[in-house]
């Protein structure tokens, strides 16, 4: 539904996108991650038909984002990084306003604003004006408005930026909803738990070029595999641990001056401190295997966890 090829962007000394390709089938999410100045915004607004590449091409809905411009702006929603609603005029104005630009007829216009407050959880608040609204409200009627042509494709450029964790979840929730009514959409984050929660492809964008794409999964399993962690109730008692849990400490790296910070599928601790992190083939059961060890060793944890990568390592992994 989103298949971009060798898009590039220059503006004037700075090389924006170097070269970029996407591939998103219809019905799924793609989420684009990257440090500031990657290229995110620039390859949202080249989609939407807001920018013209300068090298590349790229279509959405089988449509030239170039040459069948007029025509693709009926079929995608764009919900920017700022919300675009006018602040001075009522929920419902805004939304018909948003259908009469987009040529619907008054009743329709009317009628279709009905309808989109009624499912953003906004109905009460229609009538009144925007500046009154929260923060999620903003986001939501700003989401409602992108959605007047009910477009195939959405494309939203940081949906949840400052929003409270519960407004973040009421978003998360309406997004899935229109995905699996089939909307394919792509989004720009900087929230991790964001990409992984929604997205079916995390694509990381690192100065203007594609640093790594692929499924949550896959791309956590590039940094390494699960971890057990062991906070010891005493310091010392790391050395005493090893000791019993003797060949499930798995390949040895030597005691590291440091805590280890990044990913790492071998052992880790610090002598005389009181955190021992070794590699878990099994995952739950590894754990399992440890705890039991533990116990029968007579060694006290204060603390004892499963880790499974995550996307903020991979993310710091790949764009270090
Ligand atoms: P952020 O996470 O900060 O929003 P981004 O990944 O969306 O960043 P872009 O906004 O696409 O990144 O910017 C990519 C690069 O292009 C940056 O170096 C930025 O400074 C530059 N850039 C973007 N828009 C313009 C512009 N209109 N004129 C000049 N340079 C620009």
């Given at each position: 539904m989103i298949c971009a090829e060798g898009l590039r962007k220059r503006y004037a000394a700075t090389e924006a996108l170097r070269g970029i390709d996407l591939d998103v089938p219809a019905g799924t999410v793609c989420g684009l991650v990257g440090p500031n100045g990657a290229g995110k915004t620039t390859t949202v607004r080249i989609l939407a038909t807001l920018l013209r590449p300068d090298g590349g091409r790229a279509e959405v809905a089988g449509l030239?984002?170039?040459?069948d411009a007029a025509r693709l702006r009926f079929r995608i929603g764009l919900a920017g990084q700022h919300a675009a609603v006018d602040e001075l005029l009522t929920g419902r104005r805004n939304l018909e306003l948003f259908g009469r630009l987009y040529h619907l007829s008054r009743a329709r216009a009317r009628s279709r604003a009905e309808e989109l407050l009624e499912r953003f959880g906004l109905a009460a608040a229609g009538?009144?004006?925007?500046?009154?609204?929260?923060g999620g409200m903003r986001r939501r009627l700003d989401l409602a408005a992108s959605l007047i042509v009910a477009p195939p494709v959405l494309f939203m450029d940081e949906p949840t930026a400052g929003l409270d964790p519960r407004s973040r979840r009421e978003l998360w929730d309406a997004l899935r909803d229109l995905v699996r009514e089939g909307t394919t959409l792509l989004l720009t984050t900087q929230y991790l738990d964001e990409a992984d929660h929604l997205a079916d492809q995390v694509v990381v964008l690192r100065e203007g070029r594609v640093a790594a794409a692929g499924s949550p999964g896959e791309l956590k399993r590039q940094v390494g595999g699960d971890r057990v962690q062991i906070v010891f109730r005493h310091p010392g008692d790391a050395a005493a641990a090893l000791g019993a849990l003797g060949p499930m400490s798995g390949p040895t790296s030597g005691p590291t001056s440091a805590p280890t910070s990044g990913p790492t599928s071998g052992l880790a601790f610090e002598p005389g401190g009181t955190r021992v992190t070794l590699p878990a083939p099994d995952g739950a059961q590894s754990l399992v295997r440890v705890a039991r060890a533990l116990d029968v060793a007579g060694i006290a944890v204060e603390d004892l966890a499963l880790r499974r990568p995550t996307l903020d390592e991979v993310f710091l992994h790949l764009t270090a």
């Open positions: 030239d984002v170039v040459r009538r009144r004006l925007v500046r009154t609204y929260s």
